[in-house]
């Protein structure tokens, strides 16, 4: 017997006799009704977004966060609702349904699958993510991940003006900044940001004199050479990535780069300590919050 492709809707696989009905009911259970999937497993976003367009039999659009992580987003969170543009305002448990209107050039193809396209989408989450970091976290991700432009975003603003949350998706535009690579990275840039720091570049690749790539950091003012680095919990419990970071560190000082470590302890509790610090070295190496 050969395991068919998951997620897929139980009346196809028995009908084409791909899997006896006793082993469907035994091995598979439904992520919504009539789509079933293995016993136990624990669905990605992306799963889950493809089991709801099989429950809507093909006909939904896959939108919101579920598009995201269908169009290669990060850090989308398997435990949201899964979101579709559909007619059917009964979905059951688990599936959010939106009653949109969608212009042409708004849908794409994933897989056979259709998604609104990466404008659309952002234009989706930004207006409906009432929190402002989330909302800043999750339109980073999609940038990150498909190169969406803000003027493209804004593209679709204008075909749908009198849309609901469009005022507070003007206010996270300014904010995107694709070179995130995560959400604590950021929430570390958003800090910076409201302290009245200027905005740092992000993803900033570092060379020695001799042209060889030395680092690349999470973000910084290139300028002052000085950096900030968003330490995860893998550079304290990974030994070998604990030693690459010092080999790192000791490589960026010699440049005369002042790097500024930020864990989530200290964004969370400790903040002005972040921000004094990374003002310190901004001074040092000249920098006037006047602009003199």
């Not at 799963?47 to 579920?66: D, F």
């Not at 009653?99 to 989408?121: M, N």
């Not at 593209?155 to 005022?167: D, I, N």
């Not at 790192?248 to 500024?260: E, K, N, P, V």
Request: charged share 25%; net charge positive.
């Amino acid at each position: 017997m050969t395991e068919p492709n998951w997620p897929f809707l139980g009346s196809e696989v028995l009908a084409a006799r791909a899997l006896p009905e006793r082993a469907m009911r035994s091995l598979y259970e439904r992520a919504y009704p009539g789509v079933y999937v293995p016993a136990g497993v624990e669905l990605t976003a992306g799963q889950r977004a493809e089991a709801a367009w099989l429950w809507s039999r093909r006909r939904a659009v896959v939108a919101g966060n579920s598009a995201a992580a269908l169009l290669g987003a990060k850090w989308v969170s398997p435990a949201l609702d899964a979101e579709l543009i559909y007619g059917n305002r009964r979905p059951p448990v688990g599936i959010t349904v939106h009653s949109e209107t969608l212009l042409p050039g708004e849908i794409v193809k994933v897989d056979g699958i259709a998604v609104t396209s990466s404008a659309r989408t952002a234009f989706d989450i930004g207006r409906r993510t009432v929190s402002r970091l989330l909302a800043v976290q999750r339109l980073d991700a999609l940038t990150n991940a498909t190169d969406v432009k803000v003027n493209e975003i804004e593209a679709v603003m204008a075909g749908h003006r009198g849309s609901r949350g469009l005022a507070r998706l003007r206010r996270i535009l300014p904010l995107i900044d694709g070179g995130a690579e995560s959400p604590p990275e950021t929430r570390t840039r958003l800090v910076l940001i409201d302290a009245g720091l200027p905005p740092p570049r992000t993803q900033i690749p570092i060379y020695d004199e001799y042209g060889d790539f030395v680092a690349r950091l999470d973000m910084g003012y290139e300028e002052l050479r000085v950096g900030i680095e968003y330490d995860g919990i893998q550079h304290w419990m990974d030994r070998k990535q604990r030693d690459r970071d010092i080999d790192r560190h000791s490589a960026l000082l010699d440049l005369g780069w002042t790097i500024i470590r930020v864990s989530s302890e200290l964004l969370r509790h400790r903040r002005g300590t972040f921000i004094g610090r990374v003002v310190a070295a901004m001074q040092a190496a000249g920098w006037c919050a006047d602009g003199r």
